[in-house]
């Protein structure tokens, strides 16, 4: 059996309070200034709902699998991750607030055959990640500079280190 902190006091006399349901799971805490936060879970564990202390609720939803797709925060503002089939992310799709004229904010995300990421994109810059036995190399550029390494003949032209 494990034993869960019911309280925690800070060296400066805060104290946070928290509480559990059977599973062990975090249901409430309460911070030093007696804000309640409540955390609510489906059957099977995950995190489904976290209420603030003004009542507002950040939302957690999954697939099947049990693998995150989707997150609305406290605003409204919804995040969606798209997975491959080994369960890795290979999109976040970042939503503007609801009603808003922006568009969303996208990363990609590419991984090699041992299931390493490789390659983090977004619509201003990618970001390529090299794998060797001792060490990873990072390099990152502009969309402008890969543009350039493409039409350049020079194939190390966007090449970094």
Request: net charge neutral.
């Amino acid at each position: 059996m494990f034993a869960f902190p019911v309280k925690e006091v800070l060296p400066d006399g805060a104290a946070w309070q928290y509480e559990y349901n059977p599973r062990g799971d975090v249901v409430a805490l309460t911070d030093p200034a007696g804000h309640l936060t409540r955390l609510r879970y489906d059957r099977f564990g995950r995190l489904t709902t976290l209420v603030n202390p003004n009542r507002e609720s950040w939302r957690f939803e999954y697939d099947a699998a049990g693998r995150l797709t989707g997150q609305r925060d406290y605003a409204g503002r919804l995040t969606e991750y798209r997975h491959d089939a080994l369960g890795q992310v290979t999109e976040v799709i970042r939503h503007p607030l609801p009603g808003s004229p922006d568009a969303p904010l996208v990363t990609a995300f590419e991984y090699d055959v041992l299931g390493r990421l490789t390659a983090r994109e977004t619509a201003e810059h990618r970001t390529e990640y090299r794998h060797d036995t001792l060490s990873l190399e990072i390099r990152r550029a502009t969309r402008a500079e890969w543009r350039q390494a493409l039409l350049t003949p020079n194939p190390t032209a966007c090449r970094s280190g």
